[in-house]
Every structure is written in C-alpha cells, then in structure tokens.
C-alpha cells in the first residue's frame, strides 16, 4: 500500500492584535508508481512551493546495473528542471519510463503542474579526459568478455583501459540469464551426473551448430570452462547456486551452472566490484570508431568519440574487441538474414548494434557466418524481453498453440522452438505450467517481479482452473482440457509419445495454473569476426592481424549455425580470459 505524508499549511492566528490571518506552504511529500522493466517504481518526491526539491526511490525490482542512471543522472536532472519532458536513459528504457511516471504520479497527487518546456537532454559531466593516452592494453566492451579481457592483463601486468559506448556497463551479459556450462563441474556429482567431459560437451556444441563451428576453438572453449568457472567463483567471487543446474536442448547432459538471481547481475557486479579494486579505468559514453594500425600492419590503438569530442588511446601490446554482436540493429540482421525482418523484436541490449565489426573489417579481419542469426522462442510479445519466469518449460511447463495443442518437444534447440512457434496460428504461444511446477522451479521463484510485470500488460494471468485459462487464452477449452490431461498421463521420463520430452512431463491435472503469451525475438548473432584458438582475429586467407584480439559474441567461428543455451557465457569468460593474457604479454 502507497503512504503519503503531508504536511499542511501552519496558520498563525493572530487577532487578539487585530492582524489578519496569514499562512505559509511548507514542503509536501508524496509518492508516485510507475511500471519499469521489472516491475512497480515507487518514489517519494518532495515539493516546495511548486518545484521538486528531492526524489527518493523508495521501491525498485529494476537491474541495480541498468538503472544506476536513471536513479542518479535522470533523477537529478528532472529535480534540476522540475520536469519529467525529458530524455530516457538509453540502454534502460524502461526502467527511464516507469521513474518518470512514477514522479508524475506523484506530481499529480500533490497538485504541483511541472514544467513543460525542460532540456531534453541529460547533462553529462564534463570529463577530464586527455585527448590522446597511452595504455599497454585497450579493451573495447565493458560486458563480460571485456570485464574477463581487462582484469586478466591487468592480474599480468598490463596498464589497461575499458571503454564502453552505451552509458552503463554489462551489454548482453548483464541481462541474460547468465547460466555457464561447463563440465565435470561441482555440482554435477550432488545430482548424480558421472558421464559429462569436455569431449561431450565439445561434441554437443559442433552437433548443435550443424557441424559448422571450428572444433579447434570448440575444443577450445570446453577444455578451459571449468577452470572460467572456478576462476569466477574464486576470484571473482561469482555465487552459483550449488544444488541446480540448467539442462538446456542440444546438451546430452545437465551442465550449466546457475549464478545466484538467475541473472548477469551476479556477474557485471562483481566484474565492476575487482575491476574497481584493480584500479581499471572504465569509460562509459566513449564509442569505439576506428582502428589504428602502423606502417607494418600492428593494431597500435583506436580512435573513439564522446559528445561529439574525439579521442585517441594508443595500445602498446594491442586492442581487445569484446563488442557483443549485432541483434539489436534490425537493418543489419535483416541484411543477413532476410527471415528475420522486420516483425522480430530483440532480447539483445541496446548497445550490441554491430558497428565494431565493421570497425574490424576494415582493419583486415574477416567477417564469417553472418547469416547465422539465432532467436529465442519465449519472449515478451510487446517488448521483446526474454520471458524469464516462462523458462519454467526447463522444469515441465508446456507450450501450446492458439488451438490448445502441443506442437513441439520444450526442451529442444532453440532454433527448433523458434520455427516451430512461427509455424503456429498467429506466430506465437502460451506457456503453461501449475503450482507444483512453481514449487520446484528456481527459475519461478528467482523472478516473483514478472508476475505483476506481466499480468499488467495483459499477456499473463493466474487462474484457479482450466476453464479460467480458456477465458482468458481464447484456447478452445474442452481441447485445453484434454490436452493436459495427456500430458499428465503420459508423466516421468521417458513416457512422452508425442514429442519425447527428454526430462519428463509433469502432473498438470490440478492447483493453480498460470499462462503466458510468448513469441520469438532475434537473440544471439552467431557470425562475426573470424578468430583462430587463441583468439587472434585473422584475415580471410587465415593470417593473424598482430595487436588485434576478439572475444565473445563479436566473434564468428564458435557456434555454427546455432548457440546452444549455457554456452554464451563460457564463450566470453574462456576467451575474454585468453585474449587479454594475450594482449598483455605482447606489451611486455
């Protein structure tokens, strides 16, 4: 329940001396909501004689990460206007949008009109940059595989520096679901799993990309998870869940582990926290432009922008692209993938838009399996974000077309999913699942947010019978009804004869039930710059580019066709890890 606190007008009485009564405004606190990304945004916003003197943030379930702008640089810029007229903070719409409600809502309640006419801009602090320096290493992307890049020269030696373009750190990493595969790992033995191996998991990851990934970098990347991992839990100081992992379609084994808060949050700040510790120097709101090469061809630097101002910084041992990829520049993917046009939304940060990768062709690196463009099959149909609380179909939720019918195995390859939703009456789903599920899901309970989220838009609900579920979905009821009882019946591993559900369905036939629309998004671009097992970026006729490093989804060789779930993570950790040692002892 919102409280609010007045503080009335304090009236002075004086007419014992033949004054006139008289009174003075004192300041009104009132608080507002708006629906961010995550959820409700409380503030509590403090006015004075019509103007905001203070907004405190009294509730939030948006990413700590993302939404540091708004709740600082928007929040004093819209006190130092009086107005909500303004700019969102890119890269957090959402979280932008649900603040500056929140504070309207506010506004309205205490009576204050606030001004119309504000800059529309958010002032920036002026930096004091110089305008050329000189580092041993220079790393461009502060998601995961440029945070891994940078500490690790920095951990050999290396006087190192990490630019970002977008305002806040983390990209695609700090807002996916983080899960890290890796083999033989700790927790594989407390659930009973003896037959997983790199050689497997190597195996899984080439058969999943329609044997198109390089199997030198595949070996590559599996041989080194479990020591990324190790290092993320030791040094970094990453929590994982230590009872659950993730088993994802394409992997014939459970083997990704789950950070705490099924997120990337558990990541980025811890990232930011050894980065801080490490005295790495990260400029956000700096853009990467162009590479600088010397008269022997040695990538020596690279030319960036911010505010319009230009800016060099030289690299004695080299540069580190860690960029991300290209799923958030909808002309680009549909360039390269004609079927991903328009009509697809992205799961990806608004940031990952590709430009770098040209940046790194026109340095001499080959671009390779561009076309590879893989979506993610549960997303929001109005904003394109991963359903993360649907993603209780990897705990026996199903899914089901418009006519109440399964029409695909739930754990299969994301790709697979994807097509398959498409090929359905109005190109989506609904994600079913009942409180046993819930009880037993982590990924239910770990994201509580998305159930108001989501019920407020009008693509979720929760219902205490089927006939419930067949009001709201529009499902043909008697359809719905039987197809959860076959689901029922044919429950455990091993009993699915319809679509061979490798974990097993579960018992759907009573409790509350909960249902959400989904629809596919552009998620993961597997193609990219083409680099060798060290990570070297190299030119089409495979020589390497000397100084010029790649890691994570800006590279194009690791996947194929398609990125099996769990394997993003490991990618960026392994080889952000590998190029910056790299890089490092190159400037020795």
Known sequence: MLHQKFLTSAVATLC???????????????????????????????????KIQNIK?????????????????????????????????SGA???????????????????????????????KVAKTLPKESTYDVVVIGAGGAGFSAAITAKNKGANVVLLEKMPAVGGNSLIS????????????????????????HAKDTYKGGDEKGDMKVINVLTHNALDAAKWCRDYLGVRFEDDNLFFFGG????????????????????????????????????????????????????????????????????????????????????????????RFMT?????????????????????????????????????????????????????????????????????VLSEAILAQTGGYCWVLWNDEIGKISNTVKEHPTEYDAFTKQG??????????????????????????KRVTDMKGPGNDKDFHHRAGLMDMSQGTYYVIKAVPSTHHTMGGIKINEKAEVVTADGKQIPGLWAAGECTGVTHGTNRLGGNAYTDIIVFGRIAGAAAADAAK
């Not at 540069?319 to 991300?324: D, E, K, P």
């Not at 940031?351 to 929001?380: F, S």
């Not at 899914?399 to 754990?411: A, I």
């Open 16 to 50: 014992a001396l033949g004054f006139a009564a008289a009174s003075t405004a004192a300041p009104i606190t009132t608080e507002g909501t708006g629906v961010g990304k995550h959820g409700d945004i409380t503030v509590a916003v403090t006015f004075d004689n019509g």
């Open 57 to 89: 943030v009294v509730k939030s379930a948006e990413n700590p990460v993302l939404a540091q702008e708004v709740f600082t640089t928007q929040l004093q810029h819209v006190i130092d206007t009086n107005s909500v007229d303004i700019d969102t903070i």
């Open 93 to 123: 719409t959402f979280s932008s949008q649900g603040f500056l409600a929140a504070v309207k809502q506010a506004a309205d309640k205490a009576g204050v009109k606030l001004d119309k006419a504000a800059q529309k801009a958010v002032k």
């Open 177 to 200: 679901g983080a899960e890290m595969n890796a083999a033989q790992n700790w927790v594989q033995p407390k659930l009973g799993i003896t037959n997983d191996s790199p050689e497997l």
């Open 251 to 342: 992997h014939s084994v459970k083997r990704a582990l789950i950070p705490v808060g099924h997120t990337g949050t558990e990541f980025i700040a811890k990232f930011q926290a050894k980065a801080q510790e490490l005295n790495i120097p990260v400029i956000t709101n700096m853009k990467a432009e162009e590479l600088i090469k010397d008269k022997t061809g040695r990538v020596t630097g690279v030319k960036a922008t911010m505010d319009g101002e230009a800016y060099t910084f030289n690299a004695k041992g080299g540069v580190v692209l860690a960029t991300g990829g290209f799923g958030a520049n909808k002309a680009m993917v549909k360039k390269y993938n004609p079927k991903i046009d328009e």
């Open 347 to 415: 799961t990806d940060a608004p940031g990952t838009t590709g430009e770098a990768l040209y940046m790194a062709e026109r340095a001499g690196a080959e671009l390779v399996n561009m076309g590879y463009i893989q979506t993610y099959p549960i997303c929001d149909p109005i904003s394109g974000v991963i359903e993360l609380i649907a993603d209780s179909r990897f705990d026996g939720a199903i899914m089901l077309n418009q006519e109440g019918k399964r029409f695909v195995e739930e754990l299969g390859r994301r790709d």
């Open 459 to 484: 693509i979720m609900t929760t219902c205490p019978n089927l006939k419930c579920i067949a009001d709201f979905t529009k499902m043909p009821e008697d359809q719905l009804k039987a197809t959860v």
